[in-house]
């Protein structure tokens, strides 16, 4: 477990290995909704998980499926 502060409050989140992150990171992505965004979805998902290269993974994911750069690249 590791823990953080979000929002003033103290949260233990899971440490998540390398092979479920990028289901994790699909998870905040409801159909018919939209794509969340990189700071949504980052926020979502870091109330419940960690792992150290969050950021920069959400960040890539957000950028191939972003509406400016065309089709969903994933």
């Known amino acids: 477990m590791h823990t953080d502060w979000i929002c003033g409050e103290k949260v233990e989140q899971v440490v998540l290995p390398s092979s479920k992150r990028q289901e994790v990171m699909m ?23 960690y792992w150290p290269t969050m950021k920069e993974d959400i960040k890539r994911k957000s950028y191939k499926i972003s509406p400016k750069n065309g089709e969903n690249k994933l």
């Open 27 to 49: 998870a905040p992505d409801i159909p018919l909704a939209g794509h969340l965004g990189e700071k949504k979805t980052k926020e979502r998902i870091k109330y419940f998980f």
